[in-house]
């Protein structure tokens, strides 16, 4: 997938190194990493000693070609794939970081778990200029920094036990964090395309490539050419300039590296007909941003005919469903389907997020993830593939956090959990929930809102499928703050010295470097308690301090699981010392905090104000804050004093609950703020609000009266440039004998023909139920409609029945977003595009007339438009696909927004004061990607997010 985002500038005039030269600056690094400790990388990795029977490889054979298969040991060999590019060097973490151990661990486990075979990843590629990123495995040409091999060799060894095979690019078409082709030809002052025909900068690619290839992983003590792991290598991520003599070039050169491993190549958009004519490449890759049963079967036999493995190596997870997952299925030509792209569970809490509108947790985290992840669970068994079923890890409890009297449970989630309990224990007492049923595989925290003195807490993961659950171990505040590090980064300490986090199996470990003496320190206000486990508990010391300077021996006692606590901590600072070879596994820290001794103090509502009416969404309710307040509880009540919502444990001052409204009624909203001690009324104790009552005429949306000549018809209606000839002009409608619209149109080429009107003044649908309007076409050609309402696209495809004249009702609850355009839920408060698409082939004219919303019946709930996820237009001129305005380029990965459900969309149609749309795939559907995905790409460049599109089509990062 393409990556959009906010390139970094680099110089084409200084001559980089020659590309023969490898100088490995690692001194450098590590001096300027220990004087400037905020500039560090989350966690300094260092590889463990290989230990045999903890890195078991499952691959015990290649992957081989016989002609258009894959075989491995004699049997043909079909792929369950998926994206996870991440896994070298991430820009999840709030910053360009290498990923921990455990999150890479805990994605590899959600895949296997899901009958995933093979992980396609861009770990491979991992390359700058002048140092632009020098965390990545070549800072500048020809120089490298084998430290970024550390996660790449967890992820290789890691995948290796669980029998996952990957594919690796080595390089990238776009300008992306991780590095791509240019990084090979501007520091020699060579432009893009020179990459595929200057002999530098294809010595300096091999160069890198031989560095890559040719390491030894350090875990499992096999080099990456001989791993039967690496299943093959792709010569670079939707590489758009390959020539048939390059290609040839370097897969010669790749296969004389690494014999045993196959290779692959792609572009972004189709087929490449270069990959098909190349004669010793072995897999051809092909991009969907959407995919559509059709177009993978004509791909693959056109792949397989021309001798060669075919791969679906991306396909939009927004479109995992049954069609096309089946068909691929059933197609013998498909040797793999890879959705984009997957993601787990963050360090500390919930799930990580990635906002390209492609993001896919396993088993998902909401409804509709949920139904993606078994429709991916599903091919894997339909193609031969048995789920393994092995027992859940724990959960891990990272932090209990006590404010103004109440305590709030955090915990790390694990692979394969579809629910949390998280439960409290009173001494003498059996153990009871803290919440009423059970929270979804996206939940991370809980706060108890009873919080009573002396309870201890767990947390107990629980998987669907029947698997035991597992439990976290106990944790008891105390009264006070509690601070988990499972010391897999380096996030939570104050500093750390001598020591690095080491891979094991499990996902890491803190050891003394070169086993000799290390420390490891933390700062917590108040500290009390401080707990460390170890499997060498004669190679641990506690040293206490008030100042972080001076240091002295704490107390400590042995428990019975190894675990080594300190508690009479008498300053704000406390640190380990790690001697030999002992493992560091977790620390726990407890400090105190003083619980207030009067309830919260006054505040007051501010949005929406008393009297506040024409309410046609859902508004965000504030209030100012209360001193001393744990939490708020907020509810709407209706006319009849029924709560319509009510929500617990808020602990900010705005909410925007996903709730029903009805037309035409009065509401009252209060909030009360409570803290262990009691609770406080706002003022005013509530305020009221009423909705707007439906309409009960029509709105006009397009009669084409207004337009003076078929010049300014075209002006208003602009022509998807990516798409085939059509022309507008005036006619008259006999019927009305009034004026329409005619759109003369030519599908040859592209498959698609579409115009597209952008609203001067936004128009407010809010209250209809649907559109209607007069139209006129060739009988069986269809007609999408698509509409751009609060910032994302919808459309629906109408049948067109006879030759006449016919009107047309479309519900608001039949548009759907495109695949290409993410999840989003209809706001139709807020108009601002309308367009017309036709697909197929051959000509024809399309005549439309009088379209209008239609006026909804009388108790008809108008819905609520939600928050939608907004896709950007994309800029005019630029050829596109069917439904997409004027713009082709590829979805690409994204910075990452903070939550846990960035493409949950909603599930329910109903949700609240306007017409909520179902996602539909119309007929267009796949011409439709490229122009809308332009457009996510100027957006992710000014905005540093990761998206992408095939010449049509939308793309993710």
Do not use: C
């Amino acid at each position: 997938m393409q990556r959009t985002t906010n390139p970094v500038s680099r110089p084409t005039s200084r001559l980089a190194h020659h590309p023969q030269l490898r100088v490995v600056r690692l001194g450098a690094a590590i001096l300027t990493a220990v004087l400037f400790g905020t500039m560090l990388p989350l966690t300094t990795h260092m590889p463990a000693s290989a230990v045999p029977s903890e890195w078991t490889n499952q691959n015990t054979g290649f992957v081989t070609r016989d002609a258009t298969h894959l075989q491995v040991d004699g049997q043909r060999f079909r792929a369950s794939g998926a994206n996870i590019y991440w896994l070298g060097l991430d820009e999840n973490v709030g910053g360009v970081d290498y990923p921990t151990y455990f999150r890479i661990k805990d994605t590899l486990d959600a895949a296997h778990r899901a009958g995933i075979t093979v992980v396609r990843s861009h770990m491979g590629t991992s390359t700058s200029q002048d140092n632009a990123n020098t965390l990545a495995l070549m800072p500048s040409l020809g120089e490298y920094n084998d430290q970024a091999f550390a996660t790449m060799d967890f992820a290789v060894a890691y995948a290796g036990t669980l029998g996952i095979r990957l594919i690796l690019p080595l390089t990238d078409e776009w300008e992306y964090y991780h590095g791509g082709h240019r990084d090979f030809t501007a520091p020699l002052g060579l432009q893009p395309d020179d990459f595929y025909t200057d002999s530098r900068a294809i010595g300096a690619y091999q160069d890198y490539v031989d560095h890559v290839i040719g390491h030894t992983n350090t875990l499992t003590g096999v080099p990456y050419s001989q791993d039967p792991t690496i299943m093959a290598w792709e010569l670079g991520n939707e590489l758009e300039g390959m020539t048939l003599p390059w290609i040839n070039e370097q897969v010669a050169h790749i296969k004389h590296e690494a014999p045993s491993q196959l290779v692959a190549a792609g572009r972004r958009f189709d087929i490449d007909p270069d990959t098909l004519a190349a004669a010793n490449l072995d897999i051809v890759d092909v991009h969907y941003y959407p995919p559509t049963a059709a177009k993978i079967s004509a791909d693959a036999k056109t792949v397989t005919a021309a001798g060669k493995v075919y791969i679906a190596g991306e396909y939009a997870s927004t479109a995992a469903t049954d069609d096309p997952l089946n068909a691929a299925a059933a197609d013998s030509n498909v040797t793999g389907m890879f959705v984009w792209s997957l993601f787990g569970h963050d360090d500390r809490s919930g799930l990580v997020a990635h906002d390209d509108g492609f993001t896919l947790h396993i088993p998902g985290g909401t409804a509709l993830e949920q139904t993606r992840a078994d429709a991916v669970e599903q091919y894997a068994r339909s193609i031969g593939v048995t789920i393994p079923t092995t027992p859940l890890d724990a959960p891990l409890i990272t932090a209990i956090t006590r404010t103004n009297g109440v305590s709030t449970v955090t915990w790390r989630g694990t692979a394969g959990a579809t629910d949390y309990v998280v439960e409290r224990q009173i001494p003498g007492k059996a153990w009871t929930a803290v919440h009423d049923g059970t929270l979804g595989a996206s939940a991370g925290t809980v706060t108890d809102f009873t919080s009573p003195a002396g309870a201890s807490y767990r947390v107990r993961a629980i998987n669907a499928s029947g698997a035991a659950p597992a439990t976290s171990d106990v944790v008891t505040p105390a009264g006070g703050d509690v601070l988990v590090d499972p010391l897999q980064d380096w996030r939570l300490i104050s500093s750390h010295t001598d020591t690095a986090v080491q891979a094991d199996p499990e996902g890491g470990v803190v050891t003394a470097v070169g086993g000799g003496s290390g420390t490891v320190t933390w700062k917590q206000n108040g500290l009390t308690l401080a707990a460390f486990q170890t499997d060498d508990t004669a190679a641990l010391r506690v040293e206490t301090s008030t100042d972080g300077s001076t240091w002295a021996a704490a107390d400590t006692t042995i428990g019975a699981d190894g675990t080594v606590t300190a508690d009479s901590l008498t300053g704000d600072y406390v640190r380990v010392v790690v001697t030999g070879t002992a493992h560091l596994t977790r620390a726990t820290l407890r400090s105190a905090v003083n619980d207030p001794t009067t309830e919260p103090g006054a505040f007051s509502l501010q949005s929406p104000t008393v009297g506040t009416h024409d309410v046609t969404a859902i508004p965000t309710f504030s209030w100012t804050p209360a001193a001393d307040a744990a939490y708020y509880r907020f509810s709407i009540t209706d006319e009849d004093g029924t709560t319509i919502a009510h929500t617990d444990g808020l602990t900010a001052t705005t909410i925007r609950p996903d709730v029903d409204l009805q037309p035409g009624v009065t509401y009252r909203w209060s909030v009360t703020a409570v803290n262990g001690v009691g609770s406080t009324s706002s003022t005013p104790a509530s305020a009221s609000f009423s909705t707007r009552a439906l309409p009960t005429q029509p709105l006009v949306v397009e009669d084409f009266e207004e337009y003076a000549d078929d010049a300014e018809l075209n002006a208003t209606y602009v022509r998807n440039t990516g798409g085939g000839a059509i022309t507008a002009t005036l006619t008259p409608n006999p019927d009305t004998e009034s004026q329409a619209g005619r759109f003369s149109y030519d599908l040859a080429g592209p498959g698609y023909a579409g115009v597209v009107r952008t609203l001067t003044t936004p128009q407010d649908w809010w209250g209809y139920s649907g559109l209607e309007l007069s139209l006129q076409a060739p009988a069986g050609d269809d007609v999408t409609l698509q509409i751009v309402a609060g910032g994302s696209y919808f459309e629906t495809t109408v049948p067109v029945q006879g030759t006449g004249w016919q009107r047309v009702s479309v519900p608001f609850d039949q548009f759907k977003p495109p695949a290409w355009a993410g999840d989003a839920t209809l706001d139709p408060s807020n108009v601002t595009q309308l367009a017309f698409y036709l697909g197929g082939v051959g000509a024809g004219e399309l005549t439309v007339d009088d379209v209008s919303t239609t006026v909804a019946p009388a108790g008809t709930d108008p819905g609520e438009p939600g928050s939608p996820t907004p896709t950007i237009p994309p800029a005019a001129g630029t050829p596109t696909t069917p439904g997409s305005p004027n713009g082709g380029a590829s979805p690409s990965p994204s910075a990452v927004t903070p939550s846990a459900t960035e493409n949950a969309g909603t599930d329910d149609p109903s949700g609240g004061l306007a017409f909520t749309g179902a996602s539909f795939s119309g007929a267009l559907v796949l011409a439709a990607l490229g122009a809308v995905l332009l457009g996510v790409v100027i957006l992710l460049i000014t905005r540093r997010r990761r998206t992408r599109t095939a010449a049509g089509r939308v793309h993710r990062r």
